[in-house]
């Protein structure tokens, strides 16, 4: 049975930082290319950040640009997403999702290409 389950979100103020993990089980961790997406209330669902497979190639969402890193450790079977500086605007849902298929650089913000998502950890950032 393929989990992913999602951690360390919280409540943070404005300019803190945060880091959130999300654990995977129930598939093979080294074949699956890892991406961190978010929903806040009344905004369409966003890309945040996406590591590969094999080289470890990242890519980042506009909005997390410059503040957030996207990391792995296969031998914890897990995926972390960084994130600094944050921001009122950060306020969401954070979402882990695996893709077992190739993905390429070009088409890892496409939330449709992943198979397996997390329930989600909430961000909530306060001035």
């Known amino acids: 049975q393929v989990e992913l389950v999602e951690s360390g979100g919280g409540l943070v103020q404005a300019g803190g930082s945060l880091r959130l993990s999300c654990g995977v089980s129930?598939?093979?961790?080294?074949?699956?290319?890892m991406a961190w997406f978010r929903h806040a209330p009344g905004k369409q669902r966003e890309f945040v950040a996406w590591i590969s497979r094999s080289t470890g190639s990242t890519r980042y969402g506009a909005s997390a640009k410059g503040r957030f890193t996207i990391s792995r450790d296969s031998a914890k079977n897990s995926v972390y997403l960084q994130m600094n500086s944050l921001k009122s605007d950060d306020t969401a849902g954070y979402y882990c999702a695996a893709a077992l298929k190739s993905i390429s650089f070009a088409i890892a913000d496409q939330a449709l290409q992943y198979d397996y998502w997390g329930h989600g950890t909430q961000v909530t950032v306060f001035s």
């Open positions: 129930g598939f093979t961790f080294s074949n699956a290319h």
